[in-house]
Protein backbone atom coordinates (compact mmCIF):
# COMPACT_ATOMS: atom_id res chain seq x y z
CA UNK A 1 0.00 0.00 0.00
CA UNK A 2 0.68 3.52 -0.57
CA UNK A 3 1.67 5.74 2.12
CA UNK A 4 2.36 9.73 2.41
CA UNK A 5 5.73 10.18 4.31
CA UNK A 6 6.06 12.39 7.02
CA UNK A 7 9.82 11.36 8.63
CA UNK A 8 11.97 9.45 5.42
CA UNK A 9 13.47 5.85 6.72
CA UNK A 10 12.63 2.26 6.57
CA UNK A 11 11.69 -0.47 9.00
CA UNK A 12 10.86 -3.73 9.28
CA UNK A 13 9.24 -5.64 12.27
CA UNK A 14 5.68 -6.42 13.47
CA UNK A 15 2.75 -4.55 14.01
CA UNK A 16 1.27 -3.17 17.26
CA UNK A 17 -2.05 -1.99 16.72
CA UNK A 18 -4.03 0.63 19.08
CA UNK A 19 -7.67 1.49 18.84
CA UNK A 20 -7.33 4.61 20.89
CA UNK A 21 -5.08 8.00 20.16
CA UNK A 22 -1.91 7.83 22.11
CA UNK A 23 -1.34 10.75 24.84
CA UNK A 24 3.00 10.54 24.92
CA UNK A 25 3.94 12.43 27.45
CA UNK A 26 0.88 11.07 30.24
CA UNK A 27 0.10 7.60 28.89
CA UNK A 28 3.45 5.86 28.21
CA UNK A 29 6.51 5.44 30.81
CA UNK A 30 9.44 6.56 28.84
CA UNK A 31 11.92 4.32 29.94
CA UNK A 32 10.41 1.33 29.53
CA UNK A 33 8.44 1.94 26.51
CA UNK A 34 5.24 0.43 28.75
CA UNK A 35 1.70 1.78 28.10
CA UNK A 36 0.71 3.04 31.73
CA UNK A 37 -2.12 4.52 30.90
CA UNK A 38 -5.03 2.51 32.58
CA UNK A 39 -7.87 3.57 30.06
CA UNK A 40 -5.60 2.72 27.27
CA UNK A 41 -6.34 -0.20 24.93
CA UNK A 42 -2.55 -1.13 25.08
CA UNK A 43 -2.04 -1.11 28.51
CA UNK A 44 0.90 -2.43 29.82
CA UNK A 45 2.07 -3.67 26.39
CA UNK A 46 5.36 -2.20 25.64
CA UNK A 47 5.64 -0.26 22.17
CA UNK A 48 9.39 -0.82 21.84
CA UNK A 49 10.39 -2.42 19.12
CA UNK A 50 7.39 -2.45 17.49
CA UNK A 51 5.60 -0.46 14.20
CA UNK A 52 3.20 1.22 16.32
CA UNK A 53 -0.27 1.73 14.29
CA UNK A 54 -2.33 4.31 16.06
CA UNK A 55 -5.29 6.73 14.86
CA UNK A 56 -2.99 9.81 16.47
CA UNK A 57 -1.52 11.19 19.02
CA UNK A 58 -3.14 14.29 21.59
CA UNK A 59 -2.31 15.80 24.71
CA UNK A 60 0.53 17.85 25.99
CA UNK A 61 3.19 18.63 22.98
CA UNK A 62 5.75 17.53 25.23
CA UNK A 63 5.21 14.22 24.06
CA UNK A 64 7.46 14.93 21.93
CA UNK A 65 10.24 14.73 23.92
CA UNK A 66 9.01 11.22 25.26
CA UNK A 67 9.17 10.19 21.87
CA UNK A 68 12.76 10.86 21.93
CA UNK A 69 13.47 10.00 25.46
CA UNK A 70 11.64 6.34 24.38
CA UNK A 71 14.62 6.44 21.00
CA UNK A 72 17.19 7.02 23.97
CA UNK A 73 16.11 4.52 26.36
CA UNK A 74 15.95 1.79 23.38
CA UNK A 75 12.21 1.57 23.44
CA UNK A 76 11.16 3.40 21.14
CA UNK A 77 8.75 1.91 18.23
CA UNK A 78 10.58 1.18 14.44
CA UNK A 79 8.21 3.49 12.76
CA UNK A 80 4.98 4.48 13.47
CA UNK A 81 1.86 4.72 11.12
CA UNK A 82 -0.90 7.01 11.90
CA UNK A 83 -4.52 7.84 10.03
CA UNK A 84 -3.44 11.20 10.69
CA UNK A 85 -0.16 12.96 11.81
CA UNK A 86 -0.46 15.31 14.58
CA UNK A 87 2.20 17.61 15.33
CA UNK A 88 3.53 15.83 18.83
CA UNK A 89 4.33 12.77 16.63
CA UNK A 90 5.73 14.17 13.61
CA UNK A 91 7.64 16.08 15.49
CA UNK A 92 9.19 13.39 17.75
CA UNK A 93 9.49 11.42 15.46
CA UNK A 94 11.72 13.48 13.02
CA UNK A 95 13.68 14.72 15.90
CA UNK A 96 14.38 10.84 17.36
CA UNK A 97 15.04 9.77 13.24
CA UNK A 98 12.35 7.40 13.49
CA UNK A 99 9.59 6.78 10.27
CA UNK A 100 6.42 7.73 10.27
CA UNK A 101 3.68 7.89 7.87
CA UNK A 102 0.27 8.18 7.31
CA UNK A 103 -2.12 5.45 5.61
CA UNK A 104 -5.53 6.21 4.04
CA UNK A 105 -8.44 5.23 6.03
CA UNK A 106 -9.16 1.68 3.52
CA UNK A 107 -5.45 0.89 3.80
CA UNK A 108 -4.37 1.63 7.55
CA UNK A 109 -7.90 -0.48 8.47
CA UNK A 110 -5.74 -3.55 7.00
CA UNK A 111 -2.90 -3.30 9.26
CA UNK A 112 -3.28 -5.88 12.09
CA UNK A 113 -1.63 -7.31 15.08
CA UNK A 114 1.47 -9.14 14.52
CA UNK A 115 1.59 -8.99 10.97
CA UNK A 116 5.33 -8.17 9.67
CA UNK A 117 5.71 -5.62 6.97
CA UNK A 118 8.49 -3.72 5.72
CA UNK A 119 8.11 -0.34 5.59
CA UNK A 120 10.08 2.01 3.24
CA UNK A 121 9.07 5.90 4.00
CA UNK A 122 11.29 6.83 1.32
CA UNK A 123 9.26 4.99 -1.25
CA UNK A 124 6.04 5.69 0.38
CA UNK A 125 5.32 2.01 0.72
CA UNK A 126 4.38 -0.74 3.23
CA UNK A 127 4.71 -4.43 1.88
CA UNK B 1 5.95 21.68 0.58
CA UNK B 2 7.69 24.50 -1.26
CA UNK B 3 10.77 26.13 -0.20
CA UNK B 4 12.74 28.80 -1.07
CA UNK B 5 16.60 28.51 -2.11
CA UNK B 6 17.63 29.78 1.30
CA UNK B 7 15.47 27.37 3.42
CA UNK B 8 16.35 24.66 1.12
CA UNK B 9 20.13 25.35 1.74
CA UNK B 10 19.83 25.21 5.35
CA UNK B 11 17.83 22.23 5.42
CA UNK B 12 20.73 20.62 3.79
CA UNK B 13 23.13 21.47 6.03
CA UNK B 14 24.63 24.76 4.21
CA UNK B 15 24.31 26.62 7.22
CA UNK B 16 25.34 24.10 9.70
CA UNK B 17 23.90 21.36 11.77
CA UNK B 18 21.74 23.40 13.89
CA UNK B 19 19.67 24.78 11.50
CA UNK B 20 19.62 21.63 9.18
CA UNK B 21 17.93 19.90 12.35
CA UNK B 22 15.34 23.03 12.70
CA UNK B 23 14.18 22.84 8.59
CA UNK B 24 14.03 19.26 8.83
CA UNK B 25 11.67 19.22 11.87
CA UNK B 26 9.65 22.02 10.52
CA UNK B 27 9.06 20.07 7.08
CA UNK B 28 8.34 16.79 8.83
CA UNK B 29 5.56 19.15 10.53
CA UNK B 30 4.43 20.43 7.37
CA UNK B 31 4.37 17.64 5.82
CA UNK B 32 2.25 16.59 8.46
CA UNK B 33 0.07 18.89 8.15
CA UNK B 34 -0.03 19.71 4.79
CA UNK B 35 1.44 22.83 4.71
CA UNK B 36 2.69 23.92 1.20
CA UNK B 37 4.99 26.80 2.62
CA UNK B 38 6.72 28.01 5.80
CA UNK B 39 5.95 31.83 6.97
CA UNK B 40 7.40 33.81 9.33
CA UNK B 41 6.59 34.30 13.55
CA UNK B 42 7.19 36.62 15.99
CA UNK B 43 7.24 35.12 18.86
CA UNK B 44 7.72 31.43 19.73
CA UNK B 45 6.92 30.03 23.31
CA UNK B 46 8.94 26.71 24.29
CA UNK B 47 7.80 23.35 26.67
CA UNK B 48 9.91 20.90 27.23
CA UNK B 49 11.46 22.71 30.24
CA UNK B 50 10.81 20.50 33.38
CA UNK B 51 13.69 17.75 33.61
CA UNK B 52 10.61 15.32 34.82
CA UNK B 53 9.13 16.10 31.37
CA UNK B 54 12.21 15.67 28.93
CA UNK B 55 14.69 13.77 31.14
CA UNK B 56 17.88 12.88 30.09
CA UNK B 57 17.66 12.80 26.59
CA UNK B 58 15.96 16.23 26.62
CA UNK B 59 18.30 17.16 28.81
CA UNK B 60 21.35 16.25 26.76
CA UNK B 61 19.66 17.04 23.70
CA UNK B 62 19.44 20.83 24.76
CA UNK B 63 22.72 20.83 25.80
CA UNK B 64 24.53 19.86 22.71
CA UNK B 65 21.97 22.33 20.83
CA UNK B 66 22.91 25.52 23.27
CA UNK B 67 26.73 24.54 22.17
CA UNK B 68 26.26 26.61 18.90
CA UNK B 69 22.46 27.45 18.87
CA UNK B 70 21.02 31.01 19.08
CA UNK B 71 17.48 31.87 19.12
CA UNK B 72 16.51 34.29 16.02
CA UNK B 73 12.81 35.80 17.73
CA UNK B 74 11.46 36.62 21.11
CA UNK B 75 11.48 33.26 23.13
CA UNK B 76 10.01 32.45 25.85
CA UNK B 77 9.23 29.32 28.30
CA UNK B 78 7.25 27.04 30.41
CA UNK B 79 7.91 26.12 33.77
CA UNK B 80 10.36 23.81 35.26
CA UNK B 81 10.32 22.03 37.83
CA UNK B 82 10.57 23.59 41.14
CA UNK B 83 11.65 27.04 42.50
CA UNK B 84 15.09 27.27 42.90
CA UNK B 85 14.09 29.95 45.32
CA UNK B 86 12.87 27.56 47.79
CA UNK B 87 13.81 24.19 46.69
CA UNK B 88 15.70 23.79 49.85
CA UNK B 89 12.27 23.32 51.62
CA UNK B 90 11.75 19.72 49.33
CA UNK B 91 12.92 16.85 49.46
CA UNK B 92 14.15 16.87 45.83
CA UNK B 93 17.69 14.62 45.16
CA UNK B 94 20.22 16.64 44.44
CA UNK B 95 20.34 15.13 41.08
CA UNK B 96 17.30 16.29 39.69
CA UNK B 97 18.32 20.07 40.75
CA UNK B 98 21.29 19.89 39.17
CA UNK B 99 19.88 17.61 35.91
CA UNK B 100 17.16 21.21 35.93
CA UNK B 101 19.63 23.56 36.24
CA UNK B 102 21.64 22.27 33.31
CA UNK B 103 17.67 22.43 31.39
CA UNK B 104 17.96 26.00 32.52
CA UNK B 105 21.36 27.00 31.71
CA UNK B 106 20.74 25.20 28.51
CA UNK B 107 17.57 27.31 27.45
CA UNK B 108 19.09 30.64 29.11
CA UNK B 109 22.63 29.88 26.49
CA UNK B 110 20.38 30.22 23.54
CA UNK B 111 18.75 33.25 24.55
CA UNK B 112 15.52 32.67 25.64
CA UNK B 113 13.76 34.97 28.38
CA UNK B 114 13.66 33.60 31.15
CA UNK B 115 9.38 33.59 31.90
CA UNK B 116 9.10 29.89 33.62
CA UNK B 117 5.71 30.35 33.11
CA UNK B 118 2.68 28.73 30.83
CA UNK B 119 0.74 31.61 30.91
CA UNK B 120 2.72 34.19 28.13
CA UNK B 121 -0.24 35.81 27.05
CA UNK B 122 -0.90 37.07 30.64
CA UNK B 123 2.22 38.29 31.51
CA UNK B 124 3.54 39.68 28.11
CA UNK B 125 2.40 42.45 25.89
CA UNK B 126 0.46 40.72 22.82
CA UNK B 127 1.10 41.46 19.87
CA UNK B 128 -1.43 43.00 17.08
CA UNK B 129 -3.96 40.87 15.69
CA UNK B 130 -3.75 38.34 13.46
CA UNK B 131 0.50 37.66 13.96
CA UNK B 132 1.74 34.52 13.76
CA UNK B 133 3.14 33.09 16.74
CA UNK B 134 4.34 29.72 17.77
CA UNK B 135 3.12 28.41 21.17
CA UNK B 136 4.05 25.05 21.93
CA UNK B 137 2.22 25.05 25.59
CA UNK B 138 -1.07 23.64 24.92
CA UNK B 139 -3.42 26.12 26.97
CA UNK B 140 -1.47 28.81 25.45
CA UNK B 141 -1.85 28.31 22.14
CA UNK B 142 -5.47 27.75 22.70
CA UNK B 143 -5.54 31.02 24.41
CA UNK B 144 -3.67 33.02 22.07
CA UNK B 145 -6.13 31.69 19.21
CA UNK B 146 -8.83 32.15 21.13
CA UNK B 147 -9.26 35.35 23.06
CA UNK B 148 -5.97 36.99 22.09
CA UNK B 149 -6.15 37.40 18.46
CA UNK B 150 -3.06 35.69 17.68
CA UNK B 151 -2.65 33.13 15.38
CA UNK B 152 -0.92 29.57 16.19
CA UNK B 153 -0.86 26.08 16.10
CA UNK B 154 -0.96 23.78 18.90
CA UNK B 155 2.67 23.42 18.29
CA UNK B 156 5.37 20.45 19.53
CA UNK B 157 8.05 20.68 21.78
CA UNK B 158 9.68 20.53 18.72
CA UNK B 159 7.80 22.87 16.13
CA UNK B 160 8.24 25.50 18.44
CA UNK B 161 11.98 25.03 19.65
CA UNK B 162 12.45 24.73 15.53
CA UNK B 163 10.65 27.69 15.10
CA UNK B 164 12.73 29.94 17.80
CA UNK B 165 16.15 28.95 15.80
CA UNK B 166 14.52 29.92 12.58
CA UNK B 167 11.73 32.34 12.89
CA UNK B 168 9.72 30.30 10.40
CA UNK B 169 6.74 28.03 10.66
CA UNK B 170 4.76 25.82 8.42
CA UNK B 171 1.66 27.99 7.07
CA UNK B 172 -0.82 25.09 7.63
CA UNK B 173 -4.20 23.86 9.70
CA UNK B 174 -4.99 26.92 12.32
CA UNK B 175 -3.01 29.16 10.88
CA UNK B 176 -5.50 29.21 7.49
CA UNK B 177 -8.56 30.76 8.06
CA UNK B 178 -10.61 28.68 6.58
CA UNK B 179 -9.62 25.90 8.99
CA UNK B 180 -10.22 28.39 11.81
CA UNK B 181 -13.69 28.11 10.79
CA UNK B 182 -15.40 25.37 13.26
CA UNK B 183 -17.82 22.99 11.38
CA UNK B 184 -18.73 21.54 15.12
CA UNK B 185 -20.85 23.37 17.69
CA UNK B 186 -21.01 22.41 21.64
CA UNK B 187 -23.49 23.81 23.54
CA UNK B 188 -23.56 24.65 26.54
CA UNK B 189 -26.49 22.99 28.72
CA UNK B 190 -24.69 23.03 32.57
CA UNK B 191 -27.01 25.77 34.06
CA UNK B 192 -24.38 26.08 37.36
CA UNK B 193 -21.13 27.10 36.34
CA UNK B 194 -17.86 27.93 37.72
CA UNK B 195 -14.05 27.20 36.44
CA UNK B 196 -14.37 23.76 36.86
CA UNK B 197 -17.63 23.35 35.00
CA UNK B 198 -15.53 25.19 32.00
CA UNK B 199 -12.43 23.06 32.49
CA UNK B 200 -14.79 19.98 32.06
CA UNK B 201 -16.48 21.44 29.04
CA UNK B 202 -13.12 21.72 27.70
CA UNK B 203 -12.10 18.54 28.49
CA UNK B 204 -15.15 17.27 26.57
CA UNK B 205 -14.73 19.42 23.72
CA UNK B 206 -10.87 18.26 23.25
CA UNK B 207 -11.90 14.97 22.76
CA UNK B 208 -14.80 15.17 20.64
CA UNK B 209 -13.26 18.68 18.02
CA UNK B 210 -11.17 18.65 15.44
CA UNK B 211 -8.94 21.73 14.62
CA UNK B 212 -11.65 24.44 15.56
CA UNK B 213 -15.04 23.96 17.53
CA UNK B 214 -17.66 26.87 18.29
CA UNK B 215 -19.09 26.91 22.06
CA UNK B 216 -22.78 28.23 22.45
CA UNK B 217 -23.91 29.52 25.23
CA UNK B 218 -21.08 30.77 27.20
CA UNK B 219 -20.62 34.10 28.19
CA UNK B 220 -18.89 36.13 31.07
CA UNK B 221 -16.46 34.50 31.91
CA UNK B 222 -14.01 35.35 34.47
CA UNK B 223 -10.12 34.96 33.97
CA UNK B 224 -10.14 31.70 35.79
CA UNK B 225 -12.82 29.90 33.63
CA UNK B 226 -11.20 31.22 30.38
CA UNK B 227 -7.86 29.76 31.51
CA UNK B 228 -9.54 26.36 33.16
CA UNK B 229 -11.26 26.03 29.45
CA UNK B 230 -8.47 25.77 27.12
CA UNK B 231 -6.30 23.84 29.68
CA UNK B 232 -9.22 20.96 29.90
CA UNK B 233 -9.40 21.23 25.73
CA UNK B 234 -6.07 20.98 25.30
CA UNK B 235 -5.26 18.22 27.74
CA UNK B 236 -7.78 15.73 26.04
CA UNK B 237 -7.33 16.21 22.11
CA UNK B 238 -5.81 18.00 19.53
CA UNK B 239 -8.31 21.20 18.74
CA UNK B 240 -6.56 24.41 19.09
CA UNK B 241 -8.88 27.03 19.09
CA UNK B 242 -12.64 27.92 19.99
CA UNK B 243 -15.13 30.70 19.00
CA UNK B 244 -17.98 31.57 21.02
CA UNK B 245 -21.75 31.67 19.22
CA UNK B 246 -23.76 28.45 17.50
CA UNK B 247 -22.01 27.87 13.71
CA UNK B 248 -23.02 26.08 10.89
CA UNK B 249 -22.90 22.05 10.55
CA UNK B 250 -22.82 19.38 13.47
CA UNK B 251 -24.56 20.12 17.19
CA UNK B 252 -23.38 18.24 20.26
CA UNK B 253 -24.60 19.21 23.89
CA UNK B 254 -22.62 19.18 26.61
CA UNK B 255 -25.11 18.47 29.76
CA UNK B 256 -24.85 17.30 33.20
CA UNK B 257 -24.74 13.67 32.28
CA UNK B 258 -22.24 14.40 29.69
CA UNK B 259 -20.44 16.49 32.73
CA UNK B 260 -20.65 13.95 35.13
CA UNK B 261 -18.70 11.34 33.25
CA UNK B 262 -15.94 13.72 33.29
CA UNK B 263 -16.34 14.11 36.56
CA UNK B 264 -16.07 10.45 37.14
CA UNK B 265 -12.65 9.86 35.07
CA UNK B 266 -11.00 12.88 36.88
CA UNK B 267 -12.05 12.59 40.31
CA UNK B 268 -10.46 9.32 41.93
CA UNK B 269 -11.03 10.16 45.69
CA UNK B 270 -13.25 12.19 48.20
CA UNK B 271 -10.27 13.97 49.99
CA UNK B 272 -7.18 14.34 49.40
CA UNK B 273 -3.89 15.00 50.60
CA UNK B 274 -2.66 18.26 49.77
CA UNK B 275 -4.25 21.15 47.45
CA UNK B 276 -2.55 22.18 44.82
CA UNK B 277 -3.34 25.46 42.79
CA UNK B 278 -2.42 26.42 39.62
CA UNK B 279 -2.35 24.40 36.44
CA UNK B 280 -2.27 27.11 34.10
CA UNK B 281 -0.19 29.40 36.69
CA UNK B 282 -2.41 31.64 38.56
CA UNK B 283 -1.96 35.41 36.98
CA UNK B 284 -2.38 38.31 39.29
CA UNK B 285 -5.96 38.93 38.97
CA UNK B 286 -6.68 34.90 39.89
CA UNK B 287 -4.28 36.18 42.51
CA UNK B 288 -6.34 39.11 43.80
CA UNK B 289 -9.15 36.64 43.84
CA UNK B 290 -7.75 34.34 46.27
CA UNK B 291 -6.23 36.59 48.59
CA UNK B 292 -9.79 38.29 48.82
CA UNK B 293 -11.51 34.60 49.53
CA UNK B 294 -8.86 33.66 51.97
CA UNK B 295 -9.77 36.88 54.53
CA UNK B 296 -9.96 35.61 57.54
CA UNK B 297 -9.09 31.59 56.74
CA UNK B 298 -6.58 29.09 56.58
CA UNK B 299 -5.83 26.31 55.36
CA UNK B 300 -5.87 23.18 56.99
CA UNK B 301 -3.84 21.38 54.85
CA UNK B 302 -0.75 22.22 52.95
CA UNK B 303 -1.45 24.21 49.34
CA UNK B 304 0.62 24.64 47.06
CA UNK B 305 0.07 27.91 44.78
CA UNK B 306 1.47 28.05 41.25
CA UNK B 307 2.61 31.58 39.88
CA UNK B 308 5.30 33.07 37.05
CA UNK B 309 7.63 34.78 38.76
CA UNK B 310 6.31 37.88 36.61
CA UNK B 311 4.14 39.01 38.92
CA UNK B 312 5.79 38.41 42.39
CA UNK B 313 6.50 42.00 42.63
CA UNK B 314 3.15 43.10 42.13
CA UNK B 315 1.83 40.45 44.29
CA UNK B 316 3.98 41.71 47.41
CA UNK B 317 3.15 45.56 46.47
CA UNK B 318 -0.54 44.93 46.88
CA UNK B 319 -0.46 42.71 49.64
CA UNK B 320 -1.70 39.45 48.42
CA UNK B 321 1.32 37.61 49.22
CA UNK B 322 1.13 38.04 52.96
CA UNK B 323 -2.51 37.45 52.95
CA UNK B 324 -1.76 34.14 50.73
CA UNK B 325 1.42 32.93 53.37
CA UNK B 326 -0.91 34.52 56.22
CA UNK B 327 -3.43 31.63 55.17
CA UNK B 328 -1.18 29.08 55.20
CA UNK B 329 -0.39 28.82 51.40
CA UNK B 330 2.75 28.41 50.06
CA UNK B 331 4.07 30.37 46.89
CA UNK B 332 5.69 28.80 44.07
CA UNK B 333 7.23 30.80 41.17
CA UNK B 334 8.53 29.39 38.26
CA UNK B 335 7.11 25.88 38.38
CA UNK B 336 3.59 24.49 38.02
CA UNK B 337 1.27 21.45 39.32
CA UNK B 338 1.77 19.63 36.19
CA UNK B 339 4.53 16.80 36.41
CA UNK B 340 6.34 18.89 39.50
CA UNK B 341 8.55 16.62 41.58
CA UNK B 342 7.17 18.49 44.62
CA UNK B 343 3.67 16.26 44.64
CA UNK B 344 5.64 12.88 45.52
CA UNK B 345 2.70 9.72 45.45
CA UNK B 346 6.02 8.28 48.02
CA UNK B 347 4.60 10.89 50.61
CA UNK B 348 1.08 11.83 49.46
CA UNK B 349 -1.78 9.54 48.23
CA UNK B 350 -4.07 11.71 46.67
CA UNK B 351 -4.63 16.06 45.54
CA UNK B 352 -7.12 18.29 46.25
CA UNK B 353 -7.33 20.22 42.63
CA UNK B 354 -9.80 22.87 40.72
CA UNK B 355 -7.77 22.00 37.40
CA UNK B 356 -8.84 19.47 34.56
CA UNK B 357 -5.31 19.71 33.22
CA UNK B 358 -4.01 19.10 36.75
CA UNK B 359 -6.19 16.35 37.45
CA UNK B 360 -5.29 14.34 34.28
CA UNK B 361 -1.10 14.77 35.07
CA UNK B 362 -1.72 14.28 38.43
CA UNK B 363 -3.12 10.64 38.36
CA UNK B 364 -1.22 9.57 35.07
CA UNK B 365 1.73 11.24 36.06
CA UNK B 366 2.56 11.64 39.09
CA UNK B 367 0.44 8.41 40.08
CA UNK B 368 -1.93 9.90 42.71
CA UNK B 369 -5.87 10.03 43.23
CA UNK B 370 -7.39 13.51 42.89
CA UNK B 371 -10.16 15.16 44.43
CA UNK B 372 -11.13 17.25 41.26
CA UNK B 373 -13.48 20.06 42.80
CA UNK B 374 -13.84 23.87 42.58
CA UNK B 375 -11.91 27.03 44.25
CA UNK B 376 -15.03 27.99 46.05
CA UNK B 377 -15.28 24.06 47.63
CA UNK B 378 -11.51 23.93 48.19
CA UNK B 379 -11.69 27.37 50.05
CA UNK B 380 -15.04 26.48 51.63
CA UNK B 381 -14.00 22.88 52.68
CA UNK B 382 -10.11 23.02 53.09
CA UNK B 383 -9.70 26.13 55.17
CA UNK B 384 -11.29 27.55 57.88
Same mark, same amino acid.
Given at each position: ?41 ? #? ?17 ? !? ?52 ? *? ?11 | ?27 ? $? ?31 ? &? ?32 ? #???? *??? $? ?30 ? #? ?47 ? /? ?10 ? &? ?15 ? !????? %? ?9 ? /? ?46 ? /? ?21 ? *? ?9 ? $? ?55 ? %? ?16
Amino acid at each position: MNVKIIVRGKAQGSLLVAKNPINFLGGIDKKSGLVHDKKHDL #FGKSIGNKILVFPFGVGSS !VGAYTIYSLKYNNCAPLAMICLKADLTTASGCAISNIPLVVAGKNDYDLLRENN *QVTLDAIAGKIL | MELTKEEEEALDGKQGETLALAYRTLVA $IGEASNADRLIPIEWAHLSGVNYNTIGDAGKEF &LSQLSKDARFKVKTTVNPMGFDFDSVSQYKLDDK #FIEN *QRS $IKNSYEKMGVIPSYSCIPYEIFDVPKQGTHVS #FAESNAAIYANSFSGLKTNKEGAFSALASALTGKSPCSDLRDDDVRKPN /LTIRMKVESRDE &LTYGMLGYFAGKVAGSS !VALSG %VNNLDKRSCKS /LCAGMGTSGACGMFTFGEEEGEKIDFDKNEMQKIHDELNTSEKGDLIT /LGSPQLGIEEIGDLALMLKGRSF *QKRCMIFCPRA $IKGQMTDLGYTNEIKRAGGELLYDCCTCLSPLVDNKEVDSVVTNSVKGAYYLRTSNN %VDVNLKSLKRIVEEETK
